[in-house]
């Protein structure tokens, strides 16, 4: 059984890594990549971190976990990361699921939800499923109201500048339909 003491200092440990996720979240965003950030952590120390990085790097596989993972387990020189856990900004997809499964990572800490694509309860669960070799303590709700908005502004801000973008090449076309009138 946990102290009262200790229970406090592991939900204090679990906002810092999650606000640590944020901000690399937050790098995501900056690079016009969709903000999501993870970090893996063990015995209180980030081993792993990453954000979204599919755009940049030409790589449907460089979600924030994949690459959070790939580093705690290169860290670690182990391809299991047994007593490890996973912090992530958002719901972990189908593919970032099943990497956590084949990691046997212990805990996974997610802020919001993913109804669209969300493999941890949303859409299927596949992290705490009888049918799979391991299952993984899944925890939600941390930083979700902060998580969630830096998600919907950046849809909001894209859908801005399709718009913009659209309405720039209609009147170029335009000018250009006028002068050769
Ligand atoms: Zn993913």
Same mark, same amino acid.
């Given at each position: 059984m946990l102290t009262t003491q200790e229970t406090k200092k592991n939900t204090d440990n679990d906002s810092s890594f999650m606000q640590r996720a944020f901000e690399l979240a937050?790098?995501?965003?900056?690079?016009?990549?969709?903000?999501?950030?993870?970090?893996?952590?063990?015995?209180?120390?980030?081993?792993?971190?990453?954000?979204?990085?599919?755009?940049?790097?030409?790589?449907?596989?460089?979600?924030?976990?994949?690459?959070?993972?790939?580093?705690?387990?290169?860290? #670690?020189?182990?391809?299991?990361?047994? /007593?490890?856990?996973?912090?992530? =900004?958002?719901?972990?997809?189908?593919? $970032? @699921? +099943? #990497?956590?499964?084949?990691?046997?990572? /212990?805990?996974?800490?997610?802020? =919001?939800?993913?109804?669209?694509?969300? $493999? @941890? +309860?949303?859409?299927?669960?596949?992290?705490? /499923?009888?049918?799979?070799n391991h299952k993984i303590t899944v925890e939600q709700g941390l930083l979700s109201t902060e998580c969630s908005e830096l998600l919907s502004s950046f849809f909001k801000r894209r859908r801005k500048e399709k718009k913009a973008l659209k309405k720039l090449i209609k009147s170029q076309d335009e000018q250009r339909d006028n002068i050769s009138e």
């Open positions: 937050q790098q995501a965003e900056q690079q016009d990549e969709i903000p999501v950030g993870a970090v893996v952590v063990y015995q209180d120390k980030i081993i792993g971190e990453g954000f979204n990085q599919s755009i940049s790097l030409n790589d449907p596989s460089a979600h924030a976990e994949m690459i959070a993972i790939r580093q705690a387990a290169s860290h #670690l020189n182990n391809y299991r990361l047994l /007593n490890c856990t996973l912090y992530v =900004t958002l719901e972990p997809c189908p593919m $970032c @699921a +099943g #990497l956590l499964v084949h990691s046997r990572i /212990n805990r996974l800490v997610f802020a =919001t939800s993913d109804l669209k694509t969300g $493999c @941890a +309860g949303s859409v299927f669960n596949l992290v705490d /499923n009888e049918k799979l």
